[in-house]
């Protein structure tokens, strides 16, 4: 079974202030990756556009409403220090909702054998009522709340291996039992949260790393804690938050993971896939912000995806 790439020309339009990190050239970069002859047997459609109101699925109606209307007809408005929205913000949250409810439903139906959805902004620091981090909406929650919604499935887990603690998705998960977050990141780092003792009802795991940590590290708090923990929830649906800002390279934070780290977990998340729910895997990209750095680590990350 193939491997499904969903993306748009419409989150190249959310814009965001000159010199910032998270910029339209990083989907360029990954885009550009993905043309390579290797990528070729990919499965690739466009996003479809998810109406706003799919994001209810994951914040409330009002905070949506507030999103909405803070959307600005021209230039920029900011919506908190770091985050902020331009004239096609509101298409590029419909566009990446579209590509993460689709790729959701594409694999739980068997039609694909998994998903990446390459979009942009990202969306794990997005909490159930506050915009953050560059991100507006969660689409891995949003993506794992409308697999149990609209499948039936029952126990949906996120596993976020960006270097920034995806707090967002902690904060939706937290009272759910039957939604599982497990996230390595380096700490102490934006946003702050994170420890190990954050663990919900049970459902969420913590493995900070420490700055300087390498690859060696981040598999032996992959396999000891992240993993384990995982396969002891037995998911449905495996949602990959796939952030590549852990690479040495990146400019934001300073672990030293490589190209085959991220292969490396993509690997054994789909592994675990294969074991607990017929190798259902869908990934959402997250950060990554060094352009050489993300299009070689989503280059192996969508390779190893392809091995399936």
């Not at 998340?269 to 259902?280: F, K, P, Q, V």
């Amino acid at each position: 079974m193939s491997t499904l790439l969903l993306s748009h020309t419409a989150c190249f339009d959310h814009l965001t202030p000159d010199g910032h990190p998270e910029r339209p050239d990083r989907l360029r970069a990954v885009e550009h990756a993905l043309e390579d002859e290797m990528f070729a047997s990919l499965v690739r459609e466009q996003a479809p556009e998810a109406e706003l109101e799919t994001a209810a699925l994951a914040h409330p109606q009002d905070y949506v409403e507030a999103i909405i209307a803070a959307a600005p007809t021209d230039g920029l408005v900011r919506v908190d220090a770091d985050t902020s929205m331009s004239p096609g913000s509101l298409e590029a949250l419909r566009r990446g909702m579209g590509a993460a409810t689709r790729a959701v439903d594409e694999v739980v139906t068997r039609n694909v054998r998994n998903a990446f959805c390459a979009i942009r902004p990202p969306g794990h620091h997005a909490e159930k009522v506050r915009a953050m981090g560059f991100c507006l909406f969660n689409f891995a929650a949003i993506a794992a709340i409308h697999a149990r919604k609209t499948h039936g499935l029952e126990r949906v887990a996120v596993v976020d291996f960006d270097v920034h603690h995806g707090n967002g998705t902690q904060d939706i998960f937290w009272s759910e039992p039957e939604l599982f977050y497990g996230s390595t990141h380096q700490m102490p780092l934006y946003p702050g949260s994170g420890a190990r003792g954050e663990t919900g009802v049970g459902n969420i795991v913590n493995a900070p790393l420490a700055p300087g940590d390498d690859g060696v590290a981040f598999r032996e708090a992959m396999d000891g804690v992240i993993l384990p923990a995982l396969e002891r929830f037995s998911p449905d649906l495996v949602i990959i938050s796939a952030g590549f800002d852990a690479h040495a390279r990146d400019p934001l934070a300073n672990l030293n993971l490589v190209e085959d780290d991220f292969a490396w977990a993509t690997r054994r998340l789909m592994e675990i896939a294969e074991r607990t729910c017929d190798g259902r895997v869908v990934s959402v990209l997250e950060g990554g912000y060094d352009l050489v750095g993300l299009a070689t680590s989503t280059a192996a990350h969508v390779r190893t995806l392809m091995e399936a």
